[in-house]
């Protein structure tokens, strides 16, 4: 395959930034596209040019590091694929592909590909923890879980994140990480001592970082490479609205 791929390139987090198109011939289809991505780099490094600078690390679609925007869309075309598992046969041979980093406030740009989300961090600090005791492993049925729960929790828990929600909501909205975040831990047994705080603090964290208000524009669900489910953002602010009663 021979193709032209417009990135965004930046020099650093202060200064302006552009698209630079470029030339990437005889690509396999089975190459992945972070692949496609280091092949020409290699091109750029032997020409003297600087590379991408693009974040990757498991390319197996498990650390939510392969942060970017492909032609629009978060992660790129195919539905619950992260961009390291996205493979250059959705494409077809001449095509133009755009290539940008996350776009949100709180997220900005360190350079080219490169957003700083240590906004994340901060949110998980603010709630993200249990104070049960730890140790050795308890016995599995030490704590009977209801599997409806155990279920529900697990599939909030499959959240990597990846930031891509944020990304694609118009608003520069988190609700959909912080909602999966909250909802793992307040689903267990283990979460109920901190349940009422977890979610306070957690959502205070999220507006000061800077993050947009939920709209329910459904954006965030459609990208998530894991399917995270939109109702836990109805889920996260019936607890809010429960942590706030118990408050008074």
């Known amino acids: 395959m021979d193709i032209k791929v417009r990135v965004w390139r930046q020099p650093t987090a202060d200064e302006a930034g552009r698209m630079v198109t470029y030339d990437v011939k005889d690509i396999s289809p089975d190459a992945s596209f972070l692949e496609m991505l280091d092949v020409l780099n290699e091109t750029l490094i032997l020409s003297g040019d600087d590379p991408i600078a693009f974040d990757h690390d498991c390319r197996e679609g498990i650390c939510g590091m392969c942060s970017m925007v492909i032609d629009g869309v978060a992660h790129g075309p195919e539905k619950a694929t992260t961009t390291c598992q996205l493979h250059m046969r959705h494409f077809k041979d001449g095509d133009v592909i755009d290539v940008e980093p996350w776009r949100a406030a709180a997220f900005p740009v360190i350079k080219d590909l490169v957003v700083d989300r240590s906004a994340f961090d901060k949110i998980i600090q603010a709630g993200g923890y249990i104070t049960a005791p730890t140790g050795t492993a308890p016995d599995a049925h030490a704590t009977p879980v209801p599997k409806k729960d155990a279920d529900l929790a697990f599939e909030a828990a499959t959240c990597i994140a990846c930031g ?14 912080t909602a999966a975040k909250v909802a793992h831990l307040g689903l267990m047994p283990q979460g109920q001592p901190e ?54």
Request: with cysteine; aromatic share 4%.
């Open 195 to 248: 349940r009422d705080s977890r979610v306070v603090d957690m959502l205070q964290a999220q507006d000061d970082a800077g993050f947009g208000g939920c709209t329910n524009m459904g954006e965030c669900a459609q990208v998530c490479p894991k399917g995270i489910p939109l109702h836990l953002i109805g889920r996260l602010n019936s607890d809010y609205r429960k942590a706030l009663r118990n408050s008074n």
């Open 164 to 177: 891509a929600c944020v990304a694609a909501c118009p608003n520069g909205s988190s609700m959909l990480f």
